[in-house]
């Protein structure tokens, strides 16, 4: 069992910066790729950022690519998702979720792919 715990949501203006944390216990954090979702009111949850357990592959949704950054510390058995230039469209919950794996690359993109999930953080940007 994995629980994770999301922080670091709030308000900002549009063009402004986050960062987002995700504190991971019970197993070792670093058998898991982690993934990081979200949803805005009356949409299905969308996959954001994907990162291996290495924390040497990556990868972003179209929408996010170039503005956030997925990174992870296994030391510290946590997973960051840096937000920069923040739009309004980036309104959401954000969720991260993890996925047992022994890949040192693999990641899954699917949300149905990842077992363990937090309780989420609301990110507004007001424009």
């Known amino acids: 069992q994995v629980q994770l715990v999301e922080s670091g949501g709030g308000l900002v203006q549009a063009g402004g910066s986050l960062r987002l944390s995700c504190a991971a216990s019970?197993?070792?954090?670093?058998?898991?790729?982690m993934g990081w979702f979200r949803q805005a009111p009356g949409k299905e949850r969308e996959f954001v950022a994907a990162?291996?357990?290495?924390?040497?592959?990556?990868n972003y949704a179209d929408s996010v690519k170039g503005r956030f950054t997925i990174s992870r510390d296994n030391a510290k058995n946590t997973v960051y998702l840096q937000m920069n230039s923040l739009k309004p469209e980036d309104t959401a919950v954000y969720y991260c979720a993890a996925a047992a794996t022994y890949s040192m690359s693999w990641y899954p993109l699917h949300s149905s792919e990842y077992t363990y999930w937090g309780q989420g953080t609301q990110v507004t940007v007001s424009s």
């Open positions: 990162i291996s357990w290495t924390g040497l592959n990556t």
């Open positions: 019970g197993h070792t954090f670093s058998n898991y790729a």
